[in-house]
């Protein structure tokens, strides 16, 4: 059985695909709770899990952009967890943007694991 923190990595790993697909109802679905909050570099928070995903379908609409992320370390708990990640977001025309993710994980009454806080610090 994969330990909690491969789990959260394991269902992590699912954000980019369904991104960069544009699957952005299954995206919120599979990653964030419902009261999920976002809070993107330099911008004010975005509450709940539908409002996200249109910041997400957005990004994606206006500037073509793909994402990768990687993880520098998970550490789980029994009902929650925290991973520390990077990203790399690629506009359309090229334009690269890296940071660092800061994630709050909750365990659900389903026996998932999903994303309760998203932060997103650009690197300069």
Request: glycine share 10%; aromatic share 10%; with cysteine.
């Amino acid at each position: 059985m994969p330990s909690t923190a491969q789990t959260i990595e394991e269902t992590r790993a699912r954000f980019p695909v369904l991104f960069n697909e544009g699957r952005f109802e299954e995206l919120g679905a599979w990653f964030y709770t419902e009261d999920a909050v976002a809070m993107p570099a330099a911008q004010d928070p975005i509450e709940g899990r539908a409002a996200i995903c249109d910041y997400l379908s957005g990004l994606r609409e206006q500037h073509g952009l793909r994402f990768q992320l990687g993880v520098i370390r998970t550490v789980a708990g029994e009902d929650s967890a925290h991973l520390v990640g990077t990203y790399v977001a690629t506009a359309g025309d090229g334009t690269r943007a890296e940071g660092v993710t800061h994630e709050a994980w909750a365990l659900q009454a389903d026996g998932t694991w999903k994303c309760s806080v998203d932060m997103w610090h650009d690197r300069a």
